[in-house]
């Protein structure tokens, strides 16, 4: 199910406008409307690539590091370890300053990781790159950390930062409607499990356009754009379905096995 939501989330927040409303909503700035930012994860179409974290430098001061969970990974802070010193590296015009004696400022950086999964999860908790460090003997004090701040952005959770954004409050009500249509058609005949998701996105896009949510994102929304957001969330609930069945598969093996075991032993 997160396929269409990483599409989405990455369409809506890739412009200047919209990564700085989202910024300011999630550290508390103040950055206005003609704030310089500059983009590095623009995706030229909503199916460009299949990346799911956006990042951009602010005013030449700051550098936001976001991306779009819809599953629980406390391996944040090591995944955007490396990310940070590739757009620190881009951030300097001059790559030689490094090696002078005068000291090279940096970005001010923050991460951020906007949660919207089905698993129970508080709404906000920091994870530390600190925490994934080995016990040494002998060695004492963190002499390298990372902080990551992990937002449940469902609807209803974490009410005042989405109130700051109206795009993410509209982002929260989209996916809201996709998750309760779908789960009550499935209700309703269980036999629909396979269409459910197909059948409840496009409704999800009628209701946005009726109420006027999103309204700049789903009026411009073709045909094909929708059909193709469908089709990726096909293929990936197909991956989905194939890695389950294998699990199950191998469970099987391993109980018959054990079961054969026994009976040899015996």
């Not at 030229?44 to 936001?64: P, Q, W």
């Not at 949660?115 to 994870?127: E, M, Q, T």
């Not at 930062?161 to 996709?178: H, M, N, P, W």
């Amino acid at each position: 199910m997160g396929a269409y939501k990483d599409s989405v989330f990455r369409f809506l927040f890739g412009s200047g406008k919209e990564f700085l409303s989202l910024c300011n909503a999630l550290s508390g700035a103040d950055y206005g409307d003609d704030t310089p930012v500059f983009i590095n994860t623009r995706p030229e179409t909503m199916f460009s690539n299949r990346k799911n974290d956006l990042s951009g430098i602010i005013n030449d001061e700051a550098v936001i590091v976001t991306e779009h969970q819809s599953t629980i990974n406390e391996n944040m802070p090591f995944r955007f370890l490396s990310s940070i010193a590739r757009l620190f590296e881009n951030s300097i015009s001059d790559r030689n300053l490094i090696y002078r004696r005068r000291l090279v400022k940096l970005p001010r950086p923050e991460f951020f990781v906007l949660y919207n999964g089905i698993d129970p999860y508080p709404d906000k908790v920091a994870l530390k790159l600190s925490e994934a460090f080995k016990q040494a003997g002998g060695m004492n004090g963190i002499h390298l950390e990372l902080l990551v701040t992990m937002i449940n952005v469902n609807k209803g959770r974490n009410g005042e930062i989405i109130k700051r954004c109206e795009t993410l409050s509209g982002y929260a009500e989209f996916v809201d409607q996709v998750r309760k249509k779908q789960g009550q058609l499935i209700e309703e005949n269980p036999e629909e499990k396979p269409y459910a998701l197909q059948k409840a996105l496009r409704y999800a896009i009628t209701y946005c356009r009726e109420q006027g949510i999103l309204e700049w994102f789903f009026k411009n929304l073709t045909r094909e754009e929708e059909n193709m957001l469908i089709t990726e969330w096909n293929q990936d609930e197909a991956l989905k379905v194939r890695f389950e069945e294998g699990l199950e598969q191998g469970r099987e093996e391993a109980r018959h096995r054990a079961s054969t075991k026994t009976s040899v032993a015996a």
